[in-house]
């Protein structure tokens, strides 16, 4: 995927749904754990060095694996290259399986099936389609077909 520079730079300024003091470690082998401000917006992760404003790099956060390591620590890999691991450790326990229940949260899929699963409740409870006053409730990433389970 592309992006644009200066687009990014925008979004990492944005208000975050979690940000905090991490310590983390790239995939390269050698790498040593580094002090990084960590900051989730929608399914991006942006680091900084903690001294900085420009984020030092991002990961979109699609097709991708959060795991937890040790009690407080998680790596994320992506499907494609899952020996490619960026590691994170956090101050507790409770502070990792927040970060961890974030990030698995963040992806476009997670949101789209979440969105199927509340338009159905409602249209059971109501008897009408949330969507259809948008004009899209017939596109087809709003259909359940396609849906793994």
Request: aromatic residues 12%.
């Amino acid at each position: 995927m592309r992006y644009n520079e200066k687009e990014l730079q925008a979004l990492s300024r944005q208000p975050a749904e979690l940000a905090a003091e991490l310590g983390m470690r790239g995939p390269k082998k050698g790498s040593v754990v580094k002090r990084r401000l960590v900051k989730l917006v929608v399914n991006f992760l942006f680091y900084f060095r903690t001294d900085e404003a420009e984020p030092v790099g991002a990961l979109l956060l699609e097709h991708c694996r959060v795991t937890q390591e040790e009690p407080s620590g998680f790596s994320i890999s992506f499907i494609e290259d899952p020996e490619r691991k960026y590691y994170f450790e956090c101050y507790s326990e409770e502070q990792c399986q927040e970060w961890m229940g974030a990030l698995r949260r963040a992806s476009y899929e997670f949101m789209r099936r979440s969105l199927i699963f509340y338009r159905n409740e409602i249209q059971k409870m109501t008897g009408k389609d949330p969507l259809e006053q948008f004009g899209i409730s017939e596109e087809a990433r709003f259909q359940l077909s396609g849906l793994k389970a």
